[in-house]
């Protein structure tokens, strides 16, 4: 009862917040109705707002930008925009030292900023080869070079959604990272059956991004917390890294039971299920008998990397005419598990393999109509469906660190709890230090 009540007047403080902050900004934009009218009627030449990039405002020059191509070099590129080889020489000896020109890569931008003057001249070359660094060479005046690396910021970030149609199109319409998408059914690859979202399905999500200039992103850095509701039922993760094994990061769910399985779900990512598990399986093409099928076909582009669900010794790697290309594995005594029409393989008889290698590449070998791989499943020797199976879990938390464990996960639990499912994804800067790195 305790426990609750104080959840309760922590999530009603953080309301509190945001109308404190509602009426700021309502007092805020009350102030513009006061300015009087006639003020408005002193007339200036107005100039345009600065434009600033690269440290120049690009107002004051012609921009030109275009893309490295094969065989450009610095010097080569100059001398196409009108500047002479002594001069070219004379740009290089002055910025040998803080500029290193050579690295120029095909299909990188590269900027020129000419003078706005009756004869246009180049004087400032950009090269910005990523989003975070990029190098700047005045040409006239006074000769310099510059090499600016901007800090990368990691900002905590939290969102959430209901899903209606695809995980990935609730992201786009919420305006999120489309790699969020990604990470989270990696958080939980081994729990949800992705292939079968349902409607109303919902998630929340506390994680790291990486930023650049505070609004361009770089990438999703991690998770550091989910919430997932499939079916109705409610999912926790929290990542957590174990004393006992530093960098072994693992996700956990709020009875310390370890979201990671034995098995993956699926041996090739983000495919479609194209053929379950089914024993009264009709084909008409054999005159509409039952033809059950024993596998989980799962569809994908010719190429796409098959990886081993689980550790094991491979012990066939062959071709048959039915199969194809098919790979056996044994993880042990109760396991094994089978890898049809592939492509090519990638592993030999003997072979250790660790869950997630690649042990081969889809195809269209063997009996098949259209590229897949037909995934099969042994449990004690007989052919079941492995999404019906109650897998072993991997490495649940030690008893001895179960105390730290939930001590640890108590907060993160509580700010997973207090967002709402009808909340814009907001962004703010974590208070804790090590959530914001500078490079
Ligand atoms: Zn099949």
Redesign the pocket.
């Known amino acids: 009862m305790q426990r609750g009540a104080l959840k309760w007047t922590f999530c009603n403080f953080q309301t509190f917040v945001w109308l404190l902050g509602g009426m700021f900004f309502f007092v805020g934009c009350q102030t513009p109705t006061n300015t009087p009218v006639d003020e408005v009627e002193v007339l200036e030449e107005i100039p345009d707002p600065p434009v600033m990039k690269y440290g120049f405002n690009l107002n004051d020059y012609e921009v030109v930008v275009k893309k490295i191509r094969r065989g450009d070099t610095f010097g080569s590129l100059l001398e196409n925009h009108g500047i002479d080889y002594p001069e070219v020489y004379q740009v290089l000896t002055k910025i040998k030292n803080e500029v290193n020109v050579r690295k120029l890569q095909i299909g990188k931008p590269y900027t020129l900023l000419y003078s706005k003057d009756t004869i246009p001249t180049p004087k400032v070359f950009i090269y910005q080869p990523d989003i975070s660094n990029y190098w700047v060479v005045q040409l006239r005046d006074s000769i310099y070079g510059q090499t600016i690396s901007k800090p990368i910021k990691t900002i905590e970030q939290q969102a959430s959604g209901t899903i209606y149609s695809s995980l990935y199109e609730t992201m786009q319409a919420q305006n999120l990272n489309e790699a969020l998408t990604y990470y989270l059914s990696d958080v939980y690859a081994w729990s949800i059956d992705f292939f079968r979202l349902q409607k109303g399905d919902r998630f929340k999500v506390i994680y790291t991004e990486k930023f650049v200039d505070d609004t361009i992103s770089v990438g999703i850095d991690r998770i550091k917390a989910a919430y997932f509701e499939h079916n109705g039922q409610p999912l926790y993760a929290f990542e957590f890294e174990s004393p006992k094994l530093p960098g072994m990061v693992d996700y956990f769910d709020d009875s310390a039971k370890n979201l990671r399985r034995a098995f993956l779900q699926a041996p090739v990512k983000f495919s479609r299920i194209s053929?379950r598990y089914n024993l009264k399986r009709r084909i008409a093409y054999y005159g509409n008998r039952i033809r059950p099928?024993k596998?989980?076909?799962f569809a994908a582009s010719v190429g796409t990397p098959i990886m081993a669900t689980a550790n094991g010794t491979v012990v066939k790697s062959s071709y048959t005419r039915g199969n194809g290309n098919y790979v056996t594995i044994q993880h042990n005594n109760t396991y094994s598990t089978q890898y049809?029409h592939m492509k090519k393989r990638k592993v030999r008889v003997g072979d250790f393999v660790q869950q997630g290698d690649v042990i081969g590449w889809v195809g269209m070998t063997g009996n098949t109509s259209g590229p897949?791989v037909?995934y099969r499943f042994w449990k004690r020797g007989r052919q079941v469906d492995p999404f019906k199976q109650k897998l072993p879990e991997a490495e649940p938390i030690s008893n001895d660190l179960k105390q730290e464990y939930f001590a640890f996960i108590e907060p993160v639990k509580e700010a997973l709890d207090c967002i709402s499912f009808d909340l814009e994804p907001i962004t703010f800067q974590s208070n804790n230090d090590n959530a914001i790195t500078q490079n």
Do not use: E, R, Y
Request: proline residues 0%.
């Open positions: 053929s099928h596998g989980t076909d049809l897949h037909c």
